[in-house]
């Protein structure tokens, strides 16, 4: 029998690269031969690929615009009439590409031209605003197709046009006489459990050491908070909900404040020796740790007890967020002696929030009944839908130029 035949196959170079074996000493038969340049053709083919797949990468960071991969976008701002809006801000940003994030910024032009370049393909996300910071709406999902070109207009609110609003305050807060002003929280896993201060006439000795009005509180407000909406139809058939930034104020029975700033700060309730300390005749709770929540605000007291707003035309929505009272010197004096949190506010006010909801007793005690109307916006006070928590709300329309009034009356 010939020695070839009997010995193992001999691996060359081209062998082990291409994973073909050759017989010793050439005997390669023709079919051996057709094999391993079957797969050289096919190995220069992936390296052809990966190469046009790195050319692609590489114009991907440099920007090269005549890459296939990118597509023209332009983003135009108009007014619900089509007039052209300037000065807003538009930004574009991807998912994840590549382990990069795109963002295209931009600012319109006098034609309402905000963006005018080519983008990669994909998912970006929309944030538009304009020139003040006031209007502002986020489209989460704008689709740029693969060499498809983009040309989307964006309706948006017209920011010349305004309106004027007055805040009448006449509240009497004598009807809150032994209503306990402080939040009671109690840490339960990764959140914490919120109480609602006693009802009227109710007895919880939990709530027995609790600040009210005449003891440890010298007066009691409301805080105020105020916006603008407009929902705009769009050229793709959606509606944009456009809201302005919020005012907030807060107002007692003879002044009005604009609330700057606030911050909310904790303190620990001991077992013994302090105020706000939980009752111990519990004694399923008698482990449980609490704490007690307070307000820290940062005001600025207007001239007048009555404020007026400049305001962007639309839906005003005026809520009535939180009912507080003014901690007197000692006890803010004890709050902060024992706060464990920081604040950089300057020179900040303590208040104390009263946790009531729109349909405890304590509000007709200080607030006239509401009324509602049929289309779901309020004549008067109500609670209303909204991501916000509020006590009550009041929906107002605002045509451009008009002045209104709103009173916020007790009973």
């Known amino acids: 029998m010939p020695l070839s035949s009997t010995l193992p196959c001999r691996f060359t170079a081209l062998a082990f690269l291409f994973g073909a074996c050759v017989p010793a000493w050439g005997q390669a038969t023709r079919s051996h031969e057709e094999a391993i340049l079957d797969e050289v053709k096919s190995v220069r083919r992936e390296v052809e690929s990966l190469n046009e797949k790195i050319d692609r990468l590489e114009k991907l960071l440099q920007g090269d615009r005549s890459s296939g991969d990118f597509s023209a976008v332009r983003l135009r701002v108009e007014s619900p009439d089509g007039t052209p809006l300037e000065g807003f801000r538009v930004r574009l940003t991807s998912g994840q590409q590549g382990g990069r994030r795109i963002e295209a910024t931009g600012v319109s032009s006098p034609e309402g031209v905000a963006l005018d370049r080519r983008l990669p393909y994909g998912e970006y996300r929309l944030r538009v605003d304009d020139p003040q910071y006031e209007w502002g709406e986020t489209f989460r999902s704008v689709m740029i197709e693969p060499g498809v070109a983009t040309d989307r207009v964006i309706v948006a609110p017209d920011p010349s046009l305004r309106a004027t609003v007055r805040l009448e305050s006449e509240l009497d807060f004598t009807g809150l006489k032994g209503l306990r002003f402080g939040t009671l929280r109690r840490p339960s896993g990764a959140g914490v459990v919120m109480y609602d201060a006693p009802e009227p006439g109710e007895e919880s000795d939990r709530w027995e050491t609790f600040p009210r009005l005449g003891d440890g509180i010298s007066f009691a407000g409301v805080i105020v908070r105020v916006s603008s909406t407009q929902t705009l139809p769009q050229p793709d058939g959606e509606d ?172």
Do not use: C
Request: aromatic share 6%.
């Open 240 to 411: 944009a909900d456009w809201i302005t930034g919020s005012q907030r104020f807060l107002l007692t029975r003879d002044k009005a404040y604009r609330v700057l700033d606030t911050d909310g700060a904790t303190v620990d309730l001991p077992d013994e020796g302090s105020a706000f300390r939980p009752n111990k005749d519990h004694e399923s709770e008698s482990t449980q740790r609490y704490d007690a929540g307070y307000l820290l605000a940062e005001l600025e007291e207007l001239d007048a007890a009555t404020p007026v707003l400049e305001l962007a035309a639309g839906d005003a929505q005026v809520m009535l967020t939180s009912l507080v009272g003014r901690a007197t010197d000692d006890v803010a004096r004890a709050l902060r002696q024992r706060t464990r949190e920081s604040t950089d506010l300057e020179n900040p006010t303590v208040w104390l929030t009263a946790r009531i909801d729109e349909d405890s007793a304590w509000v007709p005690r200080f607030l006239k009944p509401p009324e509602a109307t049929s289309d779901g916006k309020t004549s008067e006070w109500a609670h209303g839908e909204s991501g916000i928590m509020h006590i009550v709300m009041r929906t107002v329309e605002l045509p451009p130029g008009d002045e209104v009034t709103l009173r916020i009356e007790s009973p």
